[in-house]
């Protein structure tokens, strides 16, 4: 079994004329990086909320269908038992820091499970490290920087030690450095084999890190597949409104403006097209070799 599968799953808000979720069947396997892209209002975050319970139980409406995360049904299984399996981070921090000192947040919902003093010290300092805030322990949230401040929501969620991290556009409310360092915890959690499902906006930082690409448009999963195969449909994508990498996107260009004749290659040796910088190096690389091989 996945440890998250949603079969027929849809999804209709109190008072609201039609569903945020249409029939979404999926699965996510244990360890898997999955990105989650789609335009505004496509119902990405909906459909992270009925993962982790909090629609309907919290955001109350109409679910239909089978939602499973670890054999249980979010739906029917108290948000604060399935919030020690899915830890969710939203992209306002602030609302989500509540204590006066970082290490208060993340102690608080440890002493609430009842932990011993022994274990809530060993996952805190187990988090402050993995997020490299030990030295601000004993900060207000109010003085740390957008980054820091999603890295202490990050931790907070880490110390339940959920097998799950559902990041939810995160980083759409960062400075540049702040969401680089969102994403660089994201990878570093990825190769702990955490399962990590990201909605994101920064589409070449999903293609450095994730394993597959789901696709959602007006409450429907519209594609899901490898991250190059998904990302490598430019026309597919940009008539979402949704833009691949930059790399990506010249690469196509290239193609289509059938500079392949002059050795530009039609794809990586793997299929596909190049998804980051230094893939659209070698590839720049390849036509240049290729080019100087017909001249001579």
């Not at 830890?87 to 306002?92: E, F, K, N, R, T």
Request: hydrophobic share 40%.
């Amino acid at each position: 079994m996945a440890l998250i599968e949603l079969k027929d799953t849809s999804f209709t808000y109190r008072g609201a004329e039609g569903p945020a979720l249409k029939e979404i069947s999926l699965s996510i396997e244990q360890g898997e990086f999955v990105g989650l892209i789609g335009p505004t209002g496509a119902g990405k975050s909906t459909l992270c909320w009925v993962i982790v319970g909090v629609a309907p139980q919290i955001l109350l409406g109409k679910i239909k269908g089978e939602v499973t995360v670890k054999g249980l049904a979010p739906n029917r299984t108290p948000v604060a038992e399935i919030a020690q399996i899915v830890g969710l981070v939203q992209q306002d921090a602030e609302v989500q820091l509540l204590m006066t000192d970082i290490e208060k947040e993340i102690v608080f919902p440890l002493e609430n499970l009842g932990l011993s003093r022994p274990e809530i010290e060993r996952r805190l300092n187990y988090v402050l490290d993995l997020v490299n805030l030990r030295s601000e322990r004993q900060r207000h949230p109010f003085y740390l920087s957008g980054g820091q401040k999603q890295r202490v929501a990050v931790a907070a969620a880490l110390a339940m030690q959920p097998e799950i991290l559902i990041l939810d556009e995160a980083t759409s409310e960062l400075d540049p450095v702040g969401a680089e360092e969102v994403h660089n915890l994201a990878g570093l959690l990825k190769k702990e084999g955490k399962t990590i499902l990201m909605v994101e906006h920064n589409i070449d930082e999903l293609a450095r890190h994730a394993d597959r690409i789901i696709v959602m448009n007006q409450g429907e999963k519209v594609k899901d597949g490898p991250t190059r195969e998904v990302l490598s449909d430019v026309d597919f994508l940009t008539s979402l409104g949704i833009y691949p990498p930059q790399v990506t996107q010249v690469a196509y260009h290239l193609q289509a403006a059938n500079q392949r004749t002059a050795g530009y290659p039609d794809s990586l040796p793997g299929g596909g097209l190049p998804l980051t910088l230094e893939e659209g190096v070698q590839n720049m690389a390849a036509a240049g070799r290729m080019t100087a091989r017909r001249v001579e």
